[in-house]
């Protein structure tokens, strides 16, 4: 399966590679939170540097409403790694922006490690 799930850091880490669809994101996050070491509160972030997939800017929409319901579900914040290429960056600096004008906050990132530490807890 080209979409994974794991607690790491404390934080839902979803990992997609080669060619995925949406709904194998959503199946992984669904499972993820599903899981008894998911709490009110914990952040998730999105590893997609190693994923293929096509995305396009009319798939927008339909993540923007998948994430707006998901963090009705507990989630404080969302986090995504997009690598190094320009288009991926631009398509998920959109769906931040689309996000923030309903309150749920994603950085968009090129390195796990900066996600991650984005995403620990504030003092």
Known sequence: ???SWRYEYGLLVI???AAYDLEE???STAAGIADPRFQPGTAILFDSSASTAAIEPADIEERVAWLIQVSRRGVSR???VV???T???G???MLSTRLELA???LGVFRSFEAARAWLSPRP
């Open 91 to 93: 398509l998920a600096r």
């Open 103 to 105: 309150g749920v906050e």
């Open 15 to 17: 990992t997609s590679s």
């Open 1 to 3: 399966m080209p979409v």
């Open 25 to 27: 994101a959503k199946q």
């Open 78 to 80: 969302f986090a995504v």
């Open 87 to 89: 288009h991926r960056y």
């Open 83 to 85: 690598g190094t290429e």
